[in-house]
């Protein structure tokens, strides 16, 4: 049995597939072989199997319908490699790259992340902007008071000489509007 026989919607050139290796990886507990530069969903087409898991309300089939991120049916889980590393949840199988030994589950009707502790380690701590210490830090570097190139003002309401606005862009009042001829025919 060669090759092509096992992966029946497989072209024979072409694209970006390394055809020389081979991997095997599994989805739903069956095992398929696929090739560096595939993504599961190539793989998983390449081998003859379209179905991408049930609908949520109809339980009726559903395919893989794009070929990005924005794909909505075929959302996967895949396992973690190696000890401590942590499970990744619903990500479009058109978006993950294949490598050799991967175990991946399609997610049928909503989607739920992975409950178990994320064991994984990190070397910087996140600090989101909506945390009090990024608001404030945003803050100071809006002012020019943290660390940056700007410098605070001597009053609040007053900027420091040569910076202020041009009072040529500044907008009139009505009491400085132009009484000349109007263009454009108005009244």
């Given at each position: 049995m060669t090759l092509q026989d096992k992966q029946p919607n497989r072209l024979t050139s072409g694209g970006r597939i390394d055809r020389t290796t081979t991997w095997n990886f599994t989805v739903d507990r069956v095992g398929y072989s696929g090739h560096p530069g595939d993504t599961i969903a190539s793989a998983l087409i390449a081998?003859?199997?379209l179905a991408a898991g049930n609908s949520m309300y109809e339980d009726r089939p559903r395919g893989i319908?794009?070929?990005?991120?924005?794909?909505?049916?075929?959302?996967?889980k895949v396992a973690g490699r190696f000890p401590g590393h942590a499970a990744e949840s619903m990500l479009p199988a058109t978006a993950v790259s294949l490598v050799d030994g991967l175990d991946a589950e399609f997610l049928s009707g909503l989607g739920k992340l992975d409950p178990s502790e994320d064991e994984a380690t990190y070397d910087k701590k996140i600090r989101p902007h909506g945390r009090p210490g990024g608001r404030s830090r945003a803050r100071r570097a809006r002012r020019g008071t943290g660390s940056g190139t700007h410098r605070r003002p001597s009053h609040p309401h007053r900027r420091p000489a040569g910076t202020g606005r041009d009072p040529a862009l500044r907008p009139r009042r009505a009491h400085q509007r132009d009484t000349?001829?109007?263009l454009g025919g108005g009244r």
């Open positions: 081998n003859g199997r319908i794009s070929a990005g991120v924005e794909e909505s049916n075929a959302l996967v000349g001829p109007r």
